[in-house]
Each structure stands twice: as structure tokens, then as C-alpha cells.
């Protein structure tokens, strides 16, 4: 879901996001003196500037706004960046092809109908691909194989009735207005599914495409049984009428992001779990204070409790407790009983990537999207055991969460979330690490962890062991606010900061108690928006972004950025965009696919051998009164009567070698 309140020309379609708002409400400075802190921002910025940008020479032709096209001057990647500007359709770099691999509603499961706007229901969609498609994973076919063959793992994250239906009209009023049959087949579309797929023709001229009827196929729902793990396993605060252990939750929702593991295990992030749950519950009652802290709201954005009584916080007061958690599975047994691993913490999960640690332990970094909540890591108690696979199978359960303080020194401090430790004590409310990790953000609080602006992905480059942190956008911080790793008021553009943790001598240590942290690009127009700043040849009509979201790394630990909710002033469509992080063209970002009206793009996936970047279209055609009968686009199949149909598209290089080289 886009978040920001700035951009306009988009969307007012979407009831104002509670991210928006933000619900950390007095959020603990973490050094106190401001004026103190403003200067020495100002001596530190010039430290931090100069050292991210000392040497770097811009060699060959590395030109800026030459008619609004990049060219390749001083970066390792060989395309021509897109022009900036707006557009109603898609736009790919010259010399690649998109290619649509799977649609909302296209069959998953053997035996699925096809899809038809027209008859939709529960039990179709349950066998059929969801809706609002974020996270993208690959898993090769055989297991550990390097073909152009496997399972692609995709998040479900949300849905758009009004887009999806009939003569609901516009957003809210479809949110409101969605019968009981119409919400079954929204919790259907939610989740995740697992496809294989295949590239058939081989690189050059091949197509990805879905291997029809597989049984590996699987999807995940909004009723999917999922069993709970970890310290809030069985917790009093997680239990209902529907399950009195605490221990088996129906469904998962608004899954966002998301990562995987070193044992071939699938982790999805639940996000904005609140936005489900309503009533006059949520202002009553002794979780009061907990429910607003998480954003929950009477007049609930997704009002499913007018017809599923569970989400009715009246009726069920410890159901929204049992969402907000990471979600493991195995994507190559799909009758595997997904997991919620509460060790990680409960809050708005954005994603939850992987880096092992010179000791062998696993390291899950993970950011709570909204304005003002914080950075997280999982730091596993053991090592994986790469010779025993059952021995990794509850590894997420046992470990140290924390939080992250970022000092204007740029000294990253990781300050653990442990019962028992510090404030997390009984007088503070917390009886157990149950109690800390189901109230993780409170518990944060206490700890004094840095509020950020709106941290999404949070992603170690494996080639360069630096932690790349999308802080998306904050229009609400205020100069009386800002600190050294949100040094900008009114952030509407967004930045993305560097963790650098401490190297040894058997790798980087992702798991030491502290690392540094540096400034990668401040997000917006070079020029006219106070403060951007990137590698210099990043023009003012060419090359920057808003919004940073999603990325990843391709093999030559180049980043790429995918981009949601550009403001309106940014004029520019969502889209994906790369820069090297190393060498003479570090942070020179260039803009590689531009999205259809209305949509943002997530889960950048590098495929098998560079050869592929795989994106997820989320909701294509979410502009301010873009309905299903009248939709702003009907990208892809533009065709009439045919919606909008989130998709997840492959761009391959025409000529078959690696993309963006
Ligand atoms: Fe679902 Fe933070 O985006
Ligand atoms: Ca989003
Ligand atoms: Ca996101
Ligand atoms: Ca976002």
C-alpha cells in the first residue's frame, strides 16, 4: 500500500494510511540536546559526504539531464537510464522486454477455473493468484540447481475491492459496501503463493511462464492454518474462542516483504495487520493502550468484521495479537504447516532478509514501516548447520531480537529486547519475553531506540557486507526532530542509509553488538529538493528517485530500488531504478522501468544468472476514483471489460545476457 500523503496526483483513493500517521506518540530521543545535536550534524555531514563521495572521479561520459536520457558515464551498468516524467503505461530500458509471468487470478492450483471478473468467488480464488503481489522469491528446481527453473514465492499483500468488483464504487465507499461473499473471496486473495515456473526457449529468446498444473503449486490464505512458535506461543494473550491453545492462528495477513534463509526456507512479513481489525473493541478494555500503539482504529481501513466476527475486536480482543509476525515455510513441500515465528517480534513487518555472520549465526534484518518506529534485528542462538536440515527447523525460535539506536557519531548501537533486562521488567508490564516481543514496539520505546522514517527493506549486500536501510519517507518529522540518520524535515523523498558492521578475519560480523553507519543517497530532485544528494552526475531530469522501498542486489552487489508513492510535486511514476555501491559510480542511479498508472513496484527479485529482474505490480490503476467500471488503466491485458490484475512481469534482455549490463 503507497504511504505517503504528499503525492496527489494519485491517490486520494486510499483512505489516509495510518502509517501515515504515525502511532510511536512521544518518541524517546535518544540523545536528548537538540541544539547540541544540530551541530554536530552539520560538522558530521561533511565527514559523512566526504568520505561517501571521496574519490569518486566521474570518468568517461558521465552526463546528467543530456536530454532527459542517462547515459552510461561512470557506472558499471551499461543501459541508458529512462527519462524522468509520468505516464498511463510501463517503460523499460532499450535493448530488454517485459514479459507477464502470472496475474491476479490467473490458475494456480490443478484444477483452477481460469480467470472470469465476472464470477468470481471464495473457492475459485482460493485455487487462483491473489491480489497485490509484493514479495518475490525464487527457489530453484532441483533444489540448489543455477537453471531458469524453480518456485517463485509471491506475497499477497492486500486487496482493492473497488478494482476487483462491480459497482462498489470508489475505495472506501467498496470497503464499506463488499458482501459477506465479496470479503471470502478478499481473504482468499490475500497470502502468498508458490508457482513454478520456467524459462522456455532458453535465454535470448525464452519466455517465462508458469508450468501449468504443477503440483508444487501451493497457496496460502487468510484461513491457511498456521501454527505459533517462539516465546508468545500459547501466550493468554493470544488465545480465542476458535483457539483456546494460542497455538494455531487461521491466516496470515498483509504480507509485505519479506526473506528467506540459508536452509531454503521462505520467511513472509506481516506489515499492516491493523488495518483489519475494528469495532468499538479497540477503545475499550486493558490492551487499549496496545491496540493504538499498533494503529488500530475503530473505523477499521479493511472493515472485514462487519461480516467475520473475528475481526470484530468486541468479539475476539487477542485476535489482532496473532498477526503482526514473520511467517516461515517450506516452498517445496506444499503440504508444510507455515509458522509464525513470534522470536522475531511483533510489529509491521515489512521484510525479513537473511545474512549469515562470520560465526555461522543467522542474522534477520527487518523494519517496522511506519513513521517514527525502528530498525530490528534477529540474531539466531546457534549456528545453521549446513549438514543437518532438521537441525535448523526451529532456529528461528531461539535467539536475540533488538533494536536499533543510530548515534549522530555514526555508531550504530543493536540494544537487545531480553525479559527481564533493563526496563523490560514486570513493573513495566512485561511478565515474560512473551510479553516483549508481543509488545515489541513498546517494549522499544523503553529501550530508547532511534525513531527512522518509515525503514522498509532492510538488506545486506553479499557482495560488499554492508545493510542497506530503505527509510521510504516521513512527511510529519519536524526540524525539532530530525537526527543525524533523518537529518531532513518533511522527508517526502526519502533516504537509504548504510549499517557497515565490523569485518574480521572469517567475514562480517553482522551479529557484533555495534557497527557504523553511513548516508548512500538522499532521495529526491538534485537541486530544487533540499538535500538530495547523490553521486554528481545524477541529473535533475534524469536518474533520482522518491520513495525507496524494495531492493536487491544482482551479483556484482549492484543495488537495485524499487520505489512506491512518489509524491506529486516528484512527477514521476513509480519504477525500479540501479546504481553500483562501490567505485566511481557509487549511488549514480539511473531509472530502469517505469510502472503503470497507479501502481508501485516491489519484491525486486534477480533471477538465475542476471539474466532476469522479476517485479511485482502492485495495485496497478489505484488512482483517486479509478473503479472496476471505470479503472484508470487495464494494464496488462488491456482489454475492455478486463480490470486492472496486479502482475508479476520479467524483464530480460533481448539478447539474452545479463539485465541492465
Ligand atoms: Fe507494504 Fe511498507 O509497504
Ligand atoms: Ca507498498
Ligand atoms: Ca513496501
Ligand atoms: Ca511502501
Redesign the pocket.
Known sequence: MQGSDERSTVDTAMPRDIEDIGSNPAPVDPIGQVLGRRLARRAALRGLIGATFAGVAVQGRAQGADAGVQGVGASTLGFRGLPHGTGPGEAVAEGHEVQVVIRWGDPVLPGAPAFDPTAQSAAAQAMQFGYNN?YLDFFPLPKGGEGEHGLLVVNHEYTNPELMFAGLGDARAARLGTSAAQVATEMMAHGASVVEIRREGGPGNGRWAPVAGSRLNRRITAETPIRVSGPAAGHDRLRTSADPTGMLVRGTLNN??GGNTPWGTVLIAE?NFNYYFGGPGVEEGAQAASYKRYGLVRDAQFPWGRHVPRFDVASEPNEPNRFGWVVEFDPYDPASVPVKRTALGRFKH?GCTHAVSADGRVVIYMGD?ERFDYVYRFVTARPWDRENAAANRDLLDEGTLSVARFGDDGTVTWLPLVHGEGPLTEANGFRSQGDVVIEARRAADLLGATPMDRP??VQANPVNGRVYVML?NNGSRTAARTDEANPRANNIHGHVIEIVPPRGPRGVDHAAPTARWETFLMAGRPGSDPGASYHRAVGADSGWLSCP??CAFDSKGRIWIAT?GAPAAANVADGLYAADTEGEGRALTRRFYAAPTGAEV?GPLIGPGDRTVFLAIQHPGEDRGSTYDKPSTRWPDHAEGMPPRPSIIAIVRKDGGAVGS
Open positions: 509484493d509485505c516483504a506489515e515489512e514501516d522498509e527493506d521510504t522501498d524494495n512506491d516491489c
